[in-house]
């Protein structure tokens, strides 16, 4: 047996800004802040929340700022609309019997998110993302959803490989998809997979559910 974590990002919070310029193409009007909160869990128990993150998003020019790359603007923009939604910290301060509750609710956060891992599995999209495991080794890579058909879908494996979930992400850009790679698999293989933990995450872009 060993050790299965996962870290997962769950959308807590979405807000237009209409005073900021995109550093990128100059619009104003167009910034969208998105705040995640970030929770590490084992075994698909969440088991504490690692704090939030978050990004902006031009609507004009579709550019992506990561905290790293915004500018002075983007940042005070962002860090105001970071803290309107808080992980409710006091929650946790050793309140032995908010405890129960607390882990409660977060597994009612994972059972939503399990269910809409389900979803995207019995109806998958263009764009959907599939985590997986190339071997037995401890290789995981990405599966990049292409086209989907009445029976399979068609995938763009990501041409890298990590050898640790957590640092998986890394891998996950653009320039890795290669779609001469692209290939078919039938949906039950597909859910094969998915039921033998081969596949193990399958997310979709925000906002495209
Ligand atoms: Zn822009």
């Not at 995640?36 to 579709?62: M, R, V």
């Not at 006091?90 to 405890?99: K, M, R």
């Not at 890394?170 to 039950?188: M, T, V």
């Amino acid at each position: 047996m060993f050790l299965y974590f996962k870290y997962k990002k769950v959308k807590i919070y979405t807000e237009e800004n209409k005073q900021i310029a995109c550093p990128n193409c100059n619009e104003k009007g167009g910034m969208l802040f998105k705040v995640y909160k970030k929770i590490f869990s084992i075994f698909w128990i969440p088991t504490f929340p690692l704090g939030k993150i978050g990004k902006a998003e031009c609507l004009y020019c579709q550019s992506e700022f990561k905290k790293s790359k915004m500018s002075p603007e983007l940042i005070h923009g962002y860090e105001l609309v970071k803290d309107k939604k808080n992980i409710k910290a006091t929650d946790f301060s050793g309140l032995i019997i908010l405890c129960g509750f607390i882990s409660m609710v977060f597994l009612m956060d994972d059972g939503s998110y399990e269910e809409k891992e389900k979803l995207y599995l019995e109806a998958p999209k263009k764009g959907d993302l599939y985590s997986y495991k190339i071997n037995d080794k401890h290789r995981y890579s990405y599966l990049k959803v292409e086209r989907v058909s009445e029976d399979s879908i068609f995938v763009i494996p990501n041409s890298k490989y990590s050898s640790r979930i957590m640092k998986m992400r890394r891998i996950n850009k653009a320039e890795n998809y290669n779609p001469n790679l692209k290939y078919g698999i039938s949906k039950d293989e597909v859910y094969k997979m998915y039921q033998e933990d081969k596949i193990f995450q399958i997310s979709r872009k925000s906002g495209e559910e």
